[in-house]
């Protein structure tokens, strides 16, 4: 079975912190993703990375930025937290190999910024 | 870019009552994928549909994609309060992109 670990389910930070959110997949996919979720809303990506070293910008980048220095690794940097940032976010894996994309989800961080 | 419109929104049934949620997307897809999100879970993976006109059961669950590749519907049978959570339709678009297009999901509420 697909595993996709986060490194916290619930994360308070203050205003102005950086914040640091972990993914780790364990099936060697190529493909991985950064989504928050918000009531009404649905999924919209922040960003996403092809390969180690790699990084594209999703839907709403703003505010945020991605490191992704190993394969299994894929992490998401609040360079200054605001408020609005507070939200649940979702890291997803998926491999090329498969050729349908289908995306595992980890269990989610619920970040608060107070 | 391409967009992903699902319908309603939200969905309260009695238990026992039929559900359907409706996808339509703004282009054609390679392919259209669904998932399930339990209250304070995840999103997981049900099915994939690739083909034309396709249509897939997993027991009480049938899924179908449109002719021309643009809509998809879910349709689940006699509803059980296992069934409640959002479900979320997700379009591929080929191309390659590896990204998919999610709709914004259908919260199910089943009253026993």
Known sequence: ?114 | GQQVMQIPQYQHVQEGEDFTTYCNSSTTLSNIQWYKQRPGGHPVFLIQLVKSGEVKKQKRLTFQFGEAKKNSSLHITATQTTDVGTYFCAGYSGAGSYQLTFGKGTKLSVIP
């Open chain 1, 1 to 114: 079975d697909v595993k996709v670990t986060q490194s916290s389910r619930y994360l308070v930070k203050r205003t102005g912190e950086k914040v640091f959110l972990e993914c780790v997949q364990d099936m060697d996919h190529e493909n991985m993703f950064w989504y928050r979720q918000d009531p009404g809303l649905g999924l919209r990506l922040i960003y996403f990375s092809y390969d180690v070293k790699m990084k594209e910008k999703g839907d709403i980048p703003e505010g945020y930025s991605v490191s992704r220095e190993k394969k299994e690794r894929f992490s998401l940097i609040l360079e200054s937290a605001s408020t609005n940032q507070t939200s649940m976010y979702l890291c997803a894996s998926s491999s090329r190999r498969t050729m349908s994309y289908e995306q595992y989800f980890g269990p989610g961080t619920r970040l608060t910024v107070t």
